[in-house]
């Protein structure tokens, strides 16, 4: 068995190496370009002490690292689903891991930041992230691959002073639902026996948890912050997130006017205040005695309003948050929680990752509409399956249809065609989910659309098919041209 003494002794000789930051913010390069935003901060006299910059082209990030030699840089990475049992097996994950290292590397980061979450798992594809089951094997599974990927970040890290990147493990939003058999302050606490990486506490996320769990229904917010912070691993948080929320687009006006309006994590919409209240809440907590740094996510937002909230916010929270941060350097003991009694396998299993795919194959199913709900794991979703219900008909065939490439723009000759015989685009969404793939190259949305676009073509209308590829072609090229273009205006938004 592992020891989590040892564990968390480890978690404390690697979190030595990094510095207390302090307010920063979590950017994207390109949306807004972030030399412009940076110009704009300085002109209103503002100056995070950190940016945490999302996954782009390593010449890219090498080009920000240059000229902005004196600023601290974080890395928001993207693609590793280190929540799948097969992830390790995958033909890209190593190639995944080592561009990974190598961004890492050439913006000096002072950690890697990953969600717990997937955007593929069993052959099926999403957009945006699906949170993890929430069982102890899942937690298991997490570690492991966690543990791995620390391992080539320790092999191949080079920070000129010698220290390693830390990787951080950031609890998901919840669209709708979420399905296990534990809760979710408890599954962290799991992995973080078993692997010495740091956690990110989005506030938006965690409101989520309260929105779319049985806790509103229970409790106030307040409390459910208060219980959910006394179980989760507060010790091992190493940076707080706060970004917007909003109701999602497809959703229509008369879900917006409820008392608990269905926000969803919405990086471009403006940070509602009661976020600021539990964010008050999460920085008195007793045990937050690892914080390095607070960041907004601001990736997708105006400029304008970026300005404006990161003011308001440094007006606000900086000084405890420097309290806050400098606490976590003085070695200050943290309360220890009463242990839970479950304990997970050192390594795990062979039948115990083809258990968790087998799980994961039907998760994709279930939240696809393919086959009804059905375990353990699912028994609380079906007791209030209207959040379910929502993700499914409409969150889901939105993402399919319009997110990250509207189909009817990126191929309108043929989708014209379709529609001159009478099928709709609609019947994309089952043709999507219909069964599973394997892995023809890392994850891109884009790129996936458009080869299921054209199987979907071939097989519904084969006439249009050679049209298809022709649109295909162009976008293809078009893609390939923007996301080698060094001039970042160049860049087209990717599907994030
Ligand atoms: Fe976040």
Redesign the pocket.
Known sequence: MVDPDFVQQDFQRRLKMISSQGMGL?VDLYSPDLFELVKKLRERGLQPAYFEVFKATTTALTTVRQAMPDIALAYHGEGLWITQPDVQESPFFQQDVGEMVAQLNCIQSLWLNH?CAMKQMAGYSFGTYVPPLYTPLSAGVVAENIAVVQQSMDRQGSRMDGTVPLFLL?MPPLTYFAAGTIPIPYFFQLVTQLVPCGL?L?I??LWTVYRYTAAYRQMSLERFVQEFLDEFPMERVVEI?V?GLACHESVGESKRGERLPEWI?AHAAPIPSILFTILEQVLAHSNLVSLRGVAL?VDTKSIELILEEYAEVVRRFSRVVQQTTARGTTGEPWAARVPHPASVQEKMCRSGRQQLCDHYGRYAQIISGQVPLAGPEWQEVAAEESGLTRYRTVYLPHEILHWGGDLAQMYPLTCRTLAEQGICLTEFVPFWFRSPRPLMHSYDFFLLKIERFVEFVTERAPEARVCAEQESEMLRLAYAQANEVVDPMMEMEHTR
Do not use: I, L, Q
Request: glycine fraction near 10%.
């Open positions: 979590s969600e950031e990110v989005d938006g996320h997130h970004a994590d996510e």
